[in-house]
């Protein structure tokens, strides 16, 4: 799932009057807060996820008072900025660690808000092959080991029966930076293969065992697009959006293979049952005929104690995002939009810190 903020060329101009830098539309500062009428400028990095969706939503931000000056970076690097105080917040497909909630404060002092949900999508390069590839949770984990190491290996080719598979070998590709696509990716491959769980486990920047990595989604989907016999891993609008990418169709957990898409990630999210207070949940290898096993959520994580003019812009921008009038926005993108029992729990947070 890439801007939550201004496009470049917006961007440099603001730059070059200083009206961005200081956030006023005078040079003033940005003290006076939305109230006012004032935009406050809102630095964010993090997730190249959701870097589309933020782009779609940075002019009705403006409108709420808060100008968000997005970089896709990278979730590792978001929370990374975001604690050390170098931005108000960062956007990250992994949540939080215990050590990063530490970092932060504690976690009464840190907020995780989801904002939409997306797949990560399994792509491959075999241009001859006519049939999409059938695969599985553990024969992703394999490959990913080095244990499989041909496309007609006996173990893919049971999961493809009548279908021809090259004798080729496969080029692994992964995320070469802090990635919180990486993380649901591998922590997909935990759930359903433990001897991954234990060799190498779920994270935003693992030990790959073997492979190459590219620099965010659009490195991966580049290195796959660029080498015949490649297998990768990119999240759902990349997937859509690069028509030379093939995308293999996974078997759930009711043993179905499905498709990635939007409907069958909203299915996945469809089968929670209850919504934890710090509002972090699991979409990986959810139980459902339809549901899609390789899903996520993108949070946006900032500290609750930023000044007030900050924090009231960023409460006031999230809580649009989380209405009906910025989730009807999502699909168009190629997310899918939060459950509305978990986004009505996320606008609850934010209203407990509106001052």
């Given at each position: 799932?890439?801007?939550?903020?201004?496009?470049?060329?917006?961007?440099?101009?603001?730059?070059?009057?200083?009206?961005?830098?200081?956030?006023?539309?005078?040079?003033?500062?940005?003290?006076?807060?939305?109230?006012?009428?004032?935009?406050?400028?809102?630095?964010?990095?993090?997730?190249?996820?959701?870097?589309?969706?933020?782009?779609?939503?940075?002019?009705?931000?403006?409108?709420?008072?808060?100008?968000?000056?997005?970089?896709?970076?990278?979730?590792?690097?978001?929370?990374?900025?975001?604690?050390?105080?170098?931005?108000?917040?960062g956007c990250t497909d992994a949540p939080?660690?215990?050590?990063?909630?530490?970092?932060?404060?504690?976690?009464?002092?840190?907020?995780?808000?989801?904002?939409?949900?997306?797949?990560?999508?399994?792509?491959?390069?075999?241009?001859?092959?006519?049939?999409?590839?059938?695969?599985?949770?553990?024969?992703?984990?394999?490959?990913?080991?080095?244990?499989?190491?041909?496309?007609?290996?006996?173990?893919?080719?049971?999961?493809?029966?009548?279908?021809?598979?090259?004798?080729?070998?496969?080029?692994?590709?992964?995320?070469?930076?802090?990635?919180?696509?990486?993380?649901?990716?591998?922590?997909?491959?935990?759930?359903?293969?433990?001897?991954?769980?234990?060799?190498?486990?779920?994270?935003?920047?693992?030990?790959?065992?073997?492979?190459?990595?590219?620099?965010?989604?659009?490195?991966?989907?580049?290195?796959?697009?660029?080498?015949?016999?490649?297998?990768?891993?990119?999240?759902?609008?990349?997937?859509?959006?690069?028509?030379?990418?093939?995308?293999?169709?996974?078997?759930?957990?009711?043993?179905?293979?499905?498709?990635?898409?939007?409907?069958?990630?909203?299915?996945?999210?469809?089968?929670?049952?209850?919504?934890?207070?710090?509002?972090?949940?699991?979409?990986?290898?959810?139980?459902?005929?339809?549901?899609?096993?390789v899903c996520g959520t993108v949070w946006?994580?900032?500290?609750?104690?930023?000044?007030?003019?900050?924090?009231?812009?960023?409460?006031?921008?999230?809580?649009?995002?989380?209405?009906?009038?910025?989730?009807?926005?999502?699909?168009?993108?190629?997310?899918?939009?939060?459950?509305?029992?978990?986004?009505?729990?996320?606008?609850?947070?934010?209203?407990?810190?509106?001052?």
């Amino acid at each position: 799932m890439r801007g939550f903020g201004l496009l470049a060329g917006v961007a440099a101009c603001a730059l070059a009057t200083g009206c961005a830098e200081r956030g006023g539309p005078h040079g003033k500062g940005d003290s006076t807060g939305p109230a006012s009428g004032a935009v406050v400028r809102i630095r964010a990095t993090g997730s190249s996820f959701v870097e589309r969706m933020m782009k779609k939503w940075a002019p009705s931000f403006e409108t709420q008072g808060a100008r968000i000056d997005y970089q896709a970076t990278g979730s590792g690097k978001g929370i990374q900025d975001m604690l050390s105080g170098e931005t108000e917040f960062g956007c990250t497909d992994a949540p939080l660690s215990a050590d990063q909630i530490s970092k932060a404060g504690g976690a009464d002092k840190v907020a995780q808000v989801p904002l939409v949900m997306g797949g990560v999508v399994v792509v491959y390069n075999l241009p001859d092959l006519k049939s999409p590839v059938r695969l599985d949770g553990p024969t992703i984990a394999s490959i990913y080991l080095g244990d499989i190491k041909n496309w007609n290996d006996a173990a893919i080719a049971k999961l493809n029966e009548g279908t021809t598979l090259p004798d080729r070998q496969i080029t692994v590709c992964q995320r070469a930076d802090g990635s919180g696509t990486s993380f649901i990716f591998t922590n997909y491959l935990s759930a359903v293969s433990p001897d991954w769980k234990s060799k190498v486990g779920a994270g935003t920047q693992p030990a790959w065992p073997v492979g190459q990595g590219g620099q965010k989604n659009a490195g991966v989907a580049s290195l796959v697009e660029q080498t015949p016999g490649a297998i990768g891993y990119v999240e759902l609008s990349f997937a859509l959006e690069k028509k030379n990418l093939k995308s293999a169709v996974l078997r759930n957990a009711a043993g179905k293979f499905i498709e990635p898409s939007l409907d069958a990630v909203t299915a996945a999210a469809g089968s929670l049952k209850d919504i934890p207070d710090d509002l972090v949940v699991s979409l990986t290898n959810l139980p459902g005929n339809g549901s899609y096993p390789v899903c996520g959520t993108v949070w946006a994580v900032f500290k609750k104690d930023l000044k007030s003019d900050k924090l009231a812009a960023i409460v006031k921008a999230l809580s649009w995002a989380l209405s009906e009038e910025g989730q009807k926005s999502a699909p168009g993108e190629n997310y899918a939009r939060l459950p509305e029992a978990i986004a009505a729990k996320a606008k609850s947070v934010l209203g407990s810190l509106a001052k």
